[in-house]
Nanobody, 114 residues
Framework: QVQLVESGGGLVQPGGSLRLSCAAS????????MSWYRQTPGKGRELIATISGSGDSTDYADSVKGRFTISRDNAKNTVYLQLNRLKPEDTAVYYC???????WGQGTQVTVSS
């Protein structure tokens, strides 16, 4: 079965950085495009970044472009999201997902506050 386990979230001050990880299993990871989403209370999940199976193509939402970087290590079946120059409005639960599959992980909380 598909499993996605997000980690790396925490409390950080505005302007700080975090690196999120998503460990995947149960599908052919290296051929799968992967995405990161985030969700705030009362809001739907926002697509913020996507990466191709090989890692040679990426796409970002305008709200995070230039600050966040998606990457992957296919040998480790892991996708990453580097969050830089964090703002309070980045506070959310962050999730990874394979776009063509239906499963979600538990998410990891990112809180940006002084």
């Amino acid at each position: 079965q598909v499993q996605l386990v997000e980690s790396g979230g925490g409390l950080v001050q505005p302007g700080g950085s975090l690196r999120l990880s998503c460990a995947a299993s149960g599908f052919t990871f290296s051929s799968a495009w992967m995405s990161w989403y985030r969700q705030t209370p009362g809001k739907g999940r926002e697509l913020i970044a996507t990466i191709s199976g090989s890692g040679d193509s990426t796409d970002y939402a305008d709200s995070v472009k230039g600050r966040f970087t998606i990457s992957r290590d296919n040998a480790k079946n892991t996708v990453y999201l580097q969050l830089n120059r964090l703002k309070p409005e980045d506070t959310a639960v962050y999730y990874c997902k394979a776009p063509l599959l239906t499963s979600w992980g538990q998410g990891t909380q990112v809180t940006v506050s002084s």
